[in-house]
C-alpha cells in the first residue's frame, strides 16, 4: 500500500460543495430537522435486534428439526447483517444520535457482529471515505489475487472467471473479519499509527480486541456447546450466519463502487487528485434502487452511496430527501450522478464490470 496520499484539488470552478451544502443545511433549518437519527432510526433498531438475536436465544433453548436450526441461522445473519447497516454503520460515523455517549454505545454493536471499532472505523471513516476507489489507499478494493475490482490491479489468469466464483467469496466477508482481518488490520493501522480521533496506545487496542474476540466466540460458539448443542451443529449454524450476513454485506457494498460507470482516479506525478474531494464522490459513487422502500429500510440506507460519501455524519433516515438535492445540484453543475434504478439492474452491472476487470489487459 503507498504511503503518501494523494492531495485533492483546493478549487472545484463549479464550486459543486459549496452549493449543495448550503442547500442541505437551508433544507434541515426549514424543517426544523436534526441530522441524526429520530424516533424512525430507535424503532428499525429495536425491530433489527429482535431479527438478529430473537433467533439465538430459541437456538439455545429448544430442540429442533435440522432445518429449522439452519433456517434460524439464516435469521440470524440477516439480522446481522441489518444491525450492521442500520445501527452500527451510523452510530460509527457519530450520525445516530446527538449524543457521543449514545454513538459509541450503538457503534459498539460491532463486537457482537464478529469486528472491531478501532479496524473499522480507521479503514472505513478514514480510508474509504477519504480515498474512495483510489487504488493503494482504499483497501475495499483489495482482494490479494483472488478478485481484481481495478484496471490498474495485477491481473491473473484466474481473474477471467472471478464475475463467476466471486459470489461465493462474497460470504466471507464477516467470518474474515472474526477469524483474521481484525488481527491482520490492527497490526498494520496501530504501525502506519492510524485512527479516527484519539489515537489509543497499542497495549489498549489490543488488549480490547482480545477481549471482545473471547466474548464473542463464547456467545456463539462456546455457550451453545454448554447447552447441550453438538459441536458441528453450533459450527455449521455458524457458518450459515456468517456467510448470509457476508453475502448481504459484500453485495451492498460492491454496487456502490464496483460498477460500470464509477472509476478508479489515480494522482498524478505530484500526488494531486484531479478533482475536489466532494466531486470525486461523484465519480467513484453509484447509487442503486433509490425508490424501493423495503431496499431503502434494510440497508440503512446504503443503496444512497453518493449522499452517504458527501454527508457521512447525517443519518441514512434522511438520504431520500437529501437525495434530490444532491442530484439537482450535480445535474446543475454538469456532474455525474450515478444510479441504478433497480438493485437487479446494479447486480447485472457489477458482474458485468467484474467480467470486464478480468479480461487479459492486453486484449480486453
Not at 228 to 254: C, D, R
Request: aromatic share 16%; glycine share 6%; charged share 15%.
Amino acid at each position: 500500500m503507498s504511503t503518501q496520499a494523494p492531495i485533492f484539488a483546493k478549487i472545484d470552478k463549479t464550486q459543486f460543495f459549496r452549493t449543495l451544502n448550503k442547500r442541505v443545511n437551508d433544507y434541515f433549518k426549514e424543517n426544523n430537522l436534526k441530522k441524526t437519527g429520530n424516533w424512525q432510526l430507535h424503532l428499525k433498531t429495536i425491530v433489527m435486534f429482535i431479527i438478529f438475536l430473537t433467533p439465538y436465544f430459541f437456538l439455545i433453548s429448544m430442540d429442533m428439526p435440522f432445518w429449522v436450526y439452519l433456517l434460524l441461522n439464516l435469521v440470524t445473519g440477516i439480522g446481522m447483517a441489518g444491525v450492521g447497516m442500520n445501527v452500527m454503520h451510523d452510530g460509527n460515523h457519530g450520525a445516530y444520535s446527538d449524543k457521543t455517549w449514545l454513538n459509541k454505545i450503538m457503534g459498539s454493536s460491532i463486537y457482537i457482529l464478529a469486528g472491531n471499532v478501532y479496524n473499522w472505523q480507521v479503514q472505513h471513516n478514514v480510508l474509504h471515505h477519504t480515498y474512495t476507489n483510489i487504488l493503494g489507499h482504499d483497501e475495499d478494493l483489495e482482494a490479494g489475487r483472488i478478485l481484481r475490482f481495478s484496471k490498474t490491479s495485477k491481473w491473473y489468469k484466474h481473474h477471467k472467471f472471478q464475475h463467476y466464483y466471486s459470489i461465493f467469496l462474497y460470504g466471507l466477508l464477516t467470518f474474515n473479519w472474526a477469524i483474521t482481518t481484525d488481527f491482520l488490520q490492527m497490526k498494520r493501522y496501530l504501525k502506519r499509527k492510524l485512527s479516527y480521533g484519539e489515537f489509543k496506545s497499542p497495549a489498549f487496542q489490543w488488549t480490547t480486541l482480545a477481549i471482545t474476540k473471547a466474548l464473542y466466540f463464547s456467545i456463539w460458539i462456546v455457550i451453545p456447546i454448554v447447552l447441550g448443542i453438538t459441536w458441528w451443529k453450533v459450527i455449521l449454524g455458524f457458518l450459515v450466519m456468517h456467510y448470509t450476513a457476508g453475502l448481504i454485506l459484500s453485495v451492498v457494498f460492491q454496487l456502490a463502487h464496483v460498477v460500470e460507470d464509477t472509476i478508479n482516479p489515480e494522482p498524478n506525478e505530484n500526488g494531486e487528485m484531479e478533482n475536489t474531494w466532494a466531486v470525486h464522490q461523484l465519480f467513484t459513487t453509484a447509487n442503486f434502487a433509490p425508490k424501493n422502500w423495503l431496499i431503502n429500510w434494510y440497508t440503512g440506507g446504503l443503496n444512497h452511496q453518493i449522499e452517504h460519501h458527501i454527508f457521512p455524519n447525517i443519518s441514512h433516515i434522511h438520504y431520500g430527501k437529501i437525495g434530490e438535492i444532491v442530484k439537482q445540484t450535480a445535474k446543475e453543475c454538469n456532474l455525474p450522478y450515478y444510479e441504478f434504478k433497480t438493485t437487479r439492474a446494479a447486480i447485472a452491472s457489477h458482474f458485468k464490470h467484474l467480467k470486464e476487470l478480468g479480461k487479459q489487459p492486453q486484449i480486453a
